[in-house]
């Protein structure tokens, strides 16, 4: 018998082998659990959480939210390979959504194509491609830098209203949890920044194709590999054949609900597909 139940502190390991299995990721384990633990954070505060699926007290599916007030982000919705195509992940979504369906309006999530038809069927529509790009692993031909970047410790009030003006939602409680736990916070003043988490960058939001270039370059001599664009942003798209940036996967973003106020634009990178 399936069971639907809020996901435990304890268990992001378990969640994490679910994840890995279900999309075959030859990712760090650790690195997998340390998103599910970005969840459970924000669950301490109520702005998000995850569900789990459990069959005969086993883990089998995950399906995870983010509360940005004016939009929910939906994210980690896996079902392990044994169990898929049996409505598992059906019977989560609407669980997940039921839950949610008074904190806001509109729902957002990037779908691989394998979840694409299940989101469809749930009143989802499709509104562009979010790509995963690779970054060249040297800045020596990447010329014409024209904006200083600096990196720095505390989260500026410009960040969040620049940020809340490209996003259309309030994310201040995901940028400041992604920086206590060693995120690294690059920035432009006043006209962009961005996170290094690990070796991804993201979100990247900035004025201009120059200022994000400029950020770009500062996070691969750092060590920064790759970074996830939205295709509807056609500068971004431009500067990453300028970069010589390689395109490796794709999702397409969908929207359930009324559509949000974002300025894509100014972004040249999104926080990831599980926080949007």
């Not at 390991?13 to 760090?28: G, L, N, T």
């Not at 431009?238 to 395109?247: D, P, S, V």
């Amino acid at each position: 018998m399936l069971k639907i139940r809020f996901a435990e502190d304890v268990e992001e390991e378990q969640m994490s082998s679910v994840y890995i299995d279900a999309f075959e990721f030859k990712r760090d384990l650790n690195d997998i659990k340390r998103n599910f633990k970005i969840y459970q954070r924000l669950n301490e505060i109520n702005r998000g959480g995850c569900l789990v699926a459990e069959h005969e007290g086993t883990i089998i599916a995950t399906g995870c939210y983010v509360d940005y007030e004016s939009y929910t982000w939906i994210g980690s919705v896996a079902v392990a390979s044994k169990f898929q195509r049996k409505g598992v992940g059906t019977v989560l979504m609407l669980k997940l959504l039921d839950m949610l369906k008074g904190r806001a309006k509109s729902f957002g999530l990037d779908a691989t194509s394998a979840g694409e038809r299940l989101y469809k069927k749930l009143g989802f529509i499709g509104e562009y491609r979010t790509t995963v790009f690779r970054l060249p692993e040297e800045r020596s031909n990447i010329f014409n830098i024209k904006y200083k970047v600096k990196e720095v410790e505390n989260l500026p009030e410009w960040i969040l209203k620049l940020d809340e003006e490209a996003s259309g939602g309030k994310r201040s409680h995901v940028l400041k949890t992604f920086i206590e736990n060693g995120s690294r916070l690059l920035i432009v003043h006043g006209k962009g920044y961005a996170l290094l988490r690990g070796n991804r960058i993201g979100p990247l939001i900035a004025k201009n194709a120059k200022i994000a270039k400029a950020i770009i370059v500062k996070a691969i001599e750092l060590g920064a590999k790759r970074l996830i664009v939205p295709e509807a942003n056609e500068e971004a798209i431009k500067l990453m054949k300028e970069i010589g940036a390689q395109k490796r996967y794709s999702c397409l973003r969908m929207r359930l609900g009324k559509r949000r106020k974002e300025r894509i634009s100014f972004v040249y990178s999104i926080i990831s597909y599980a926080k949007g």
